[in-house]
């Protein structure tokens, strides 16, 4: 029975989305023995279905789990669809951490965002705030999905003892995301346009303001941080993952960072009768510099010249 | 909060008087359900079919069984009560449970309402779920406004995902759904057991017990904290009236007015004097009092009802005792 119970079967729900492979590609880079990773995607297991759920946690027997998988989108999505973020998004959640339970998973890390802070709030916002007030109008039956995460975890643990925790991450962006103009997030989006200005020729024109500011996080660092967490992070409360406060970007220095790496010409256009969503949403990663001082993020400029590269070799494929 | 309306509420008929409705209730054999079904056979309109379920009709955190169950009537109105609920200790101990059993419950009852189309559906949130953290008196708008108290987060949060699904059902689905939100009920058919009960219920049969073994009553908690307690006969007429007349797409407090809020000692003299107990009572201030106070406005239900008249404490208190007795065998201990 020695050594069996150090090793470790790690079940990742989403795993084909933008998070899960970079989880993918940082664990297959690290290759360490006492792990084994599982990717789902939904071809998988339907998550809103309890049943299929349990058939797939009892296939793989998962001693750790990192919960990636939900319905997500950018800002225009949500405005269409909010019932529907709220519906699938609770479905999944209360699914998967019930499983969790009923095999007696020994380590849970869900992910939430950052967008699920209170709108009205004082900045930078802090991991205690969660439930200050109500999230912003545009994406509110997203947020509360994942604030749901946050419930649960605590009354899981106050009644059963279980260790489900969750990491609080900052806009993502990398390769494997969603690039869809319409539904997408910021980053892929502009990314999108970035490729379709150079080899469509379509001027390089931007939804809203350009104002808005927001803080990045490159996949690759996420899924590094994800992997600590799960391996070392012992808290129930959530953590917030992000770079610095002083690397908050505006959308318009995020737009000019892809024009040069398509090597544009044109300027860049603002389209300000399309809503700009939340103008801030700085956030504190004073918790995670109180675990990890000392870790580099990957310079913004540098991550969205490689999410570009990946963008042109994989144009065909890619979600959009 | 600004959302969208897709239906204006102004622009939904109330009862026309011969057109025919159904109106289904969750939840039918609870404390409220007893009520509504005695109110609803003096009250009950001539174009109004009433149809009370609980849970021997259908598990409602099955999917399949609650489409059933509801299918089977087609509704054009339900009242959604079914919920698990509890006492505060209860829900100290069970947080998890009750979170999980009341999310499943009602986002399978949303989601079958809105395939069939109901009219309008009404459920039940309550003012416990309420910030802890908050100015007085609570209005309804205050919901989302902090974290509820720590004792009751799983049932708390449960309830207020209800007005989520308010909110994004109507904005998304135009779909009529709402809630109301009563204060601290009582009445006759309450759970009245010892360890699990709401103070009412809880303090009725305690002291059913120490008049018959003649010990005194010790009462858990301080005595200080403060409740607005609303009678289930009053609950029940207020709930007839909003799912025949109430449109309004925010929520609306169902409770006696401020005025007539009082501490648990003064509702202990009440329960003692009811009951002819002649022992002596004690407070185990070990014991946690919960939230002190949770006093909430009825400006808005007084604009809709100025005239409602509400069961005075101590006859509710004496008819709830009076069917406690009457009933021992057979309630809920």
């Known amino acids: ?320 | 909060m600004r959302f969208h309306r897709f239906v204006d509420p102004k622009d939904l008929p109330n009862f026309i008087m011969d057109e025919k409705v159904t109106i289904l209730v969750t939840g039918g054999s609870g404390m409220l359900g007893y009520a509504l079904q005695r109110v609803v056979k003096v009250e009950k309109r001539p174009n109004e079919e009433w149809i009370f379920i609980n849970s021997k009709d259908g598990d409602l955190r099955d999917i399949n069984q609650t489409r059933k169950v509801i299918e089977k009537y087609m509704p054009t109105h339900v009242l959604h009560l079914a919920s698990a609920v509890s006492g505060m200790f209860r829900n100290i101990k069970f947080n998890s449970d009750v979170l999980l059993t009341n999310q499943s419950i009602n986002t399978n009852v949303y989601q079958v309402c809105k395939d069939i189309k109901v009219k309008k559906l009404i459920s039940c949130l309550s003012t416990c779920i309420y910030p802890d953290n908050v100015t007085y008196p609570i209005t309804e708008s205050m919901l989302h406004n902090g974290a509820p108290h720590i004792t009751s987060i799983g049932y708390s949060f449960s309830k207020r995902m209800l007005d989520v699904m308010n909110r994004c059902y109507r904005m998304q689905y135009g779909c009529n759904f709402l809630s109301v939100i009563p204060t601290n009920l009582y009445g006759p058919n309450d759970n009245f057991s010892l360890e699990d009960a709401h103070v009412i219920p809880g303090l009725i049969h305690k002291v059913h017990r120490c008049k018959k073994e003649d010990t005194p009553l010790i009462v858990w908690g301080t005595g200080k904290p403060l409740r607005q307690f609303i009678f289930s006969y009053d609950l029940a007429k207020l709930m007839i009236w909003a799912i025949r007349e109430y449109n309004d797409e925010e929520n609306i407090f169902f409770s006696v007015d401020e005025d007539d809020e009082i501490s648990i000692k003064e509702l202990v003299e009440i329960v003692v004097e009811e009951s002819g107990f002649k022992g002596d009572v004690v407070f185990d201030e070990t014991k946690t009092d919960g939230q002190y106070k949770k006093t909430v406005s009825t400006a808005k239900m007084r604009q809709f009802l100025p005239d409602f008249k509400f069961t005075p404490i101590r006859e509710g208190i004496r008819e709830t005792i009076r069917w406690f007795e009457e009933n021992y065998e057979t309630a809920r201990t």
């Open chain 1, 1 to 320: 029975m020695n050594g069996i119970s150090k090793h470790k079967v790690i079940l990742v729900t989403g795993g084909s989305g933008l998070v899960g492979q970079a989880i993918k590609k940082v664990s297959e880079e690290e290759n360490r023995s006492d792990e084994k990773w599982i990717f789902l995607a939904s071809k998988d297991a339907d998550l809103r279905d309890l049943e299929e759920t349990r058939a797939i946690f009892k296939e793989y027997k998962p001693t750790h789990v990192v919960h990636l998988a939900a319905m997500v989108g950018g800002l225009y999505k949500h405005l269409k669809v909010n019932c529907d973020f709220l519906i699938f998004n609770v479905r999944i959640n209360d699914n998967v951490l019930q499983c969790c339970k009923e095999m007696g998973v020994k380590k849970v890390v869900s992910c939430l965002s950052t967008c699920i802070f209170p709108d009205d709030t004082t900045y930078p916002i802090n991991e205690t705030m969660i439930h200050d007030g109500p999230p912003h109008d545009s994406n509110f039956g997203y947020s509360y999905a994942k604030r749901m995460i946050v419930v649960m975890n605590r009354a899981y643990n106050m009644q059963y003892g279980c260790r489900f925790t969750s990491v609080i991450p900052t806009n993502i962006y990398g390769p494997n995301d969603n690039f869809s103009v319409e539904d997408g997030h910021v980053m892929p989006g502009l990314i999108h346009k970035g490729y379709l200005a150079k080899h469509k020729n379509i001027p390089f024109t931007v939804c809203g303001t350009g104002t808005p500011r927001r803080q990045f996080i490159y996949s690759i660092d996420l899924a590094k941080l994800i992997m600590w967490t799960l391996r070392e992070y012992d808290e129930i409360d959530p953590i917030i993952l992000s770079v610095d406060k002083e690397d908050e970007v505006s959308v318009q220095e995020v737009a000019e960072m892809v024009k040069e790496a398509f090597d544009l010409k044109d300027e860049v256009q603002y389209d300000s009768s399309k809503s700009d969503g939340q103008i801030k949403k700085t956030a504190s990663n004073s918790k995670l510099r109180k675990y990890l001082p000392d870790y580099k993020f990957t310079p913004l400029r540098q991550g969205i010249k490689e999410t570009a590269e990946w963008l042109e070799a994989h144009y065909e494929t890619a979600r959009k």
